[in-house]
């Protein structure tokens, strides 16, 4: 069993993709029926479908989709952890068609101006919702952001934390500090986790190698282990850079020092305990 715990799909005559630039070869529509052969010849089973943008219709489109798909093994959406009703909102979220396959909630954090948003009382009440409801939170932040994820990680040690791309470590300028404090800063509270994903998108896209990704590999896989360690594609992100089989090999490369039982954490056993697949 392999399992990718991240990627995304859209469809542009449905909204928008406006963190999209006009002339990217991202600008087009992306569904789960052109990656389903792409997981097939890759060896994947099952995968986790991530939120791309923050609206609320997109969370009930996703689980209807992933009712549909057995590809789908889980979703992380969206809705606004600030709003006063974030309780009854996610327990609406719990009764809507395909519910069953929301696992975790996901904001733009990367995309906020102020680095310590999930410090904000609002934010870290909606968080305290996110575990009452027995889901997991994604960060999707930058380097910038992580000493505030450790904060609101310790305050709330009852949600597992799960950091999407290593945190985006500045890869192309091969920089490791302070990314790597501020990341073995956060692994060292046990209920954190990690995604090997989004690497090859935060090197140079027209000449990265194995080599220019292996050091922050290492990093992660040092701070984290591989039973909190999970692999995801970021498809079709990706793809400007590589193609999906060229993200899940890489990936194999980057973990091909670990026994057995420490691979199958990485590329399964992590994602599918985590997310409660």
């Known amino acids: 069993m392999t399992v990718d715990a991240h990627f995304h799909v859209w469809d542009l005559s449905v909204r928008d993709q406006d963190w999209i630039d006009e002339h990217s070869p991202l600008r087009r529509n992306f569904t789960i029926e052109d990656l389903a052969p792409e997981t097939r010849a890759a060896g994947v089973d099952r995968a986790v479908l991530v939120q791309t943008i923050t609206v609320p219709e997109e969370t009930p489109e996703f689980l209807s989709l992933a009712a549909e798909h057995e590809l789908i093994a889980g979703v992380v959406g969206w809705t606004d952890l600030t709003r006063p009703d974030i309780a009854d909102e996610l327990a609406r979220l719990r009764e809507l068609p395909g519910a069953q396959y929301l696992k975790g909630i996901r904001h733009q954090v990367q995309g906020e101006p102020d680095a310590e948003w999930l410090l904000r009382a609002d934010v870290r009440r909606g968080l305290a919702a996110v575990a ?143 997310y409660g697949l």
């Open 132 to 274: 009452d409801a027995g889901l997991v939170y994604d960060l999707v932040v930058l380097p910038h952001q992580l000493p505030a994820c450790v904060k609101a990680a310790a305050d709330h040690p009852d949600l597992t934390f799960v950091l999407d791309h290593l945190g985006k470590p500045p890869i192309a300028s091969g920089e490791r500090e302070p990314w790597e404090s501020a990341v073995r800063s956060l692994a060292a509270l046990s209920h954190t986790v990690c995604k090997l994903s989004g690497m090859i998108t935060e090197a140079d896209l027209d000449s990265w190698t194995v080599d220019d990704l292996r050091p922050y590999a290492e990093a992660v896989l040092d701070a984290f282990g591989p039973q909190r360690l999970m692999f995801g594609s970021d498809w079709p992100v990706c793809t400007p850079a590589a193609p999906y089989g060229d993200a899940v090999s890489v990936a194999r490369e980057l973990t091909g020092g670990l026994d057995a039982a420490g691979r199958a954490d990485v590329f399964a056993g992590t994602a599918t305990r985590v």
